[in-house]
């Protein structure tokens, strides 16, 4: 399956990049006085699989609505 003309490996790969910026936020914590703590981590990268499935689902259905609106739209102006 295909999306935006890539393969369904992108969002592995933003999964991945969610998860990475989250180790490092939670690293850079340590510098600035607060604490690592691994269930933070887990919270970012549960996060970030919870809004990669909400995209997944919710981003054709925002599309199809967005057509249908847009060519009502085309179809009004064309009546004036």
Known sequence: RT???ESKWIYAVVFVVCACYGAIDE??????????ELLDWLADVSGA???LL?????YPRVRQL?????TKRATCSKDL
Do not use: C
């Open 54 to 58: 909400v995209f997944h689902w919710s």
């Open 66 to 70: 967005a057509g249908r609106w847009l």
């Open 3 to 5: 999306w935006l003309g």
């Open 27 to 36: 690293w850079t914590q340590a510098f600035v006085g607060r604490e690592t």
């Open 49 to 51: 699989a919870l809004g």
